[in-house]
């Protein structure tokens, strides 16, 4: 693995605020193995941000009644307060705005000018009363892989590509009586069959590192034939394509999932110092950084197949991901979250009730890694209080009862179970095998040790000792447990002989500030809800 990593999640639609679907599948896990690996001495940067150009974003405002740029910029806003309010330190971050269009375009017209998307018709089904090319959030139909209902673009179920022109029986979105028929119009697409040898090649090397569902679904549509990817819609809403031949047309939003990391790299490698002479610097095969996509299972088609496919298509220009992290959906009342609509819990309506080290600790538990999992926020309070917050705070109180004692000797013994505490996280937090679940699985079975031990003078300094290397190991997912504790994240490797115990802060159910039990952040940035009744 590349010591300089480059992590991704990508962008969300700028549809709403961020539910706890995407918090519990990409986010999570991103920001916590990338706090890991910062703790292991990896340079390591984070980006993600929000996309205003798919169609989802005019359904969700035709429903609203609201303007859909009005809707992209709040629910920028609210995606990056959201974030905030987890406790998601991203550090670069992706919007709508000319210098993302500029690196959208300048990816896009690099594949043009060297011949590598052709003009094609393609069927689109099409609204005689309206005179519009349905698309994506725009259309729904059977997916003609795996028969399942769905908006045209991905296959949310098999994860196959699903062209509005091949959904069986289409209806509109927005009138599903609306009579549709198929129309064929030109546009620009990515013959991805001509890469077929270099995306067969790539996955071999890759498999290994794959989730099985993952890797499941990219041999099924490596044994088939590849389509036609097509980089412009027939449309108005999204970026202008200013390619001959594509009058009035813009970039397919799937399509930006090749530019989009590219663009969110340059934003993380600013944020840590970096001056770049051209945005897509640190994307570049030759900037030493290595890519890690955290990425729902829906996304796999786009951001593994159609990705990679448009990065060989630069012919070693940039660097392929070294690793991906997909995840399942995560449900609320045994069905999808779903911004557009409405059914979700919002991260930020939640991170003002609960603090948000238990928000963490309970989407690790519940996180939806190889198959779907799903929310209840009173299971949610019963599990972090009975796994969490009693057992940590009789931990807490046992430690205290020995305050400023010392200092205390720490024995080899103890050392060593701090040692193999250390590899048992590590396991849990390494690549490929990196699972928020077991990690929480060892957070918990450790906290219940150290609750069931008694603790005496003679090894109050054993105990101390290692609830605080316990602490240590869960500080990406405890991040303010541990920065309270005055805890660095990291994994111990033995420990000092001698150990003077201090006070350890208790966990809260509640909270004053945004999830915060002690305060926090700003939390008035405008909401506009999502929520149905």
Known sequence: MSEKLMVLS???????????????????AADVFTRYARAMGREVVLGTGAQDSPTYVVTTADRLGVDPRELA??????????????????????????????????????????????????????????????????VRGGCPVCLADGCAGVCESCGHPCAPGELIDPRSTADPDDPLELR??????????????????????????????????????LDRPLPDYPMTYPTRWGIRAPFPGVAGQVVNPNAEAGPWPVAAAALAAEA?????ARDDEPFRADSGWGVVLFHGFDNTFPF????V?????????????????ANEFYELETEKFSTSRGHAVWGCDLAAEAPRDLIRFHLAVTSPEHQRTDFSRAVMDRITTSRLVDPWNRVAAKAEAFAGAGPLPVSARS??????????????????????HRAAGTLTEHLARLDRRPVSAEDAGDFFHEAEALLRCAAPILIDLAERAGVEPGLPDGGPETITPRPLPRLSTTVTVAGLPDGGRDSATPRLSTAVA
């Open 272 to 276: 840590g110092g970096a001056v770049l």
């Open 309 to 325: 496919a448009m990065l060989l298509a630069h012919e070693g220009r940039y660097a392929l991901p070294e690793w991906f992290v």
């Open 415 to 436: 050392r060593a179970a701090a040692a193999r505490m250390g590899e048992r996280f590590a396991a849990c937090y390494e690549l490929p095998a990196f699972s928020l």
């Open 184 to 221: 064929e119009v030109e546009v620009l697409v990515l013959p991805l069959e001509e890469h077929r040898a270099g995306l067969r090649a790539y996955f071999e090397r890759t498999r290994p590192r794959l989730r099985p569902h993952m890797a499941q679904a990219i041999a099924e549509m």
């Open 304 to 307: 593994a197949i159609a990705l």
């Open 10 to 28: 990508p962008a969300p639609t700028a549809n709403g605020d961020l539910h706890l679907g995407h918090i519990a599948g990409p986010f999570l």
């Open 73 to 138: 910029e709040r629910s920028t806003k609210q995606i990056e307060a959201t974030l905030d309010a987890v406790g998601i330190a991203y550090d670069g971050f992706t919007r709508g705005d000319e210098r993302y269009a500029d690196v959208v375009l300048d990816f896009v017209g690099r594949l043009h000018a060297t011949g590598k998307l052709r003009l094609k018709p393609m069927p689109f089904p099409y609204s005689t009363r309206t005179g519009e090319y349905l698309m994506d959030g725009y």
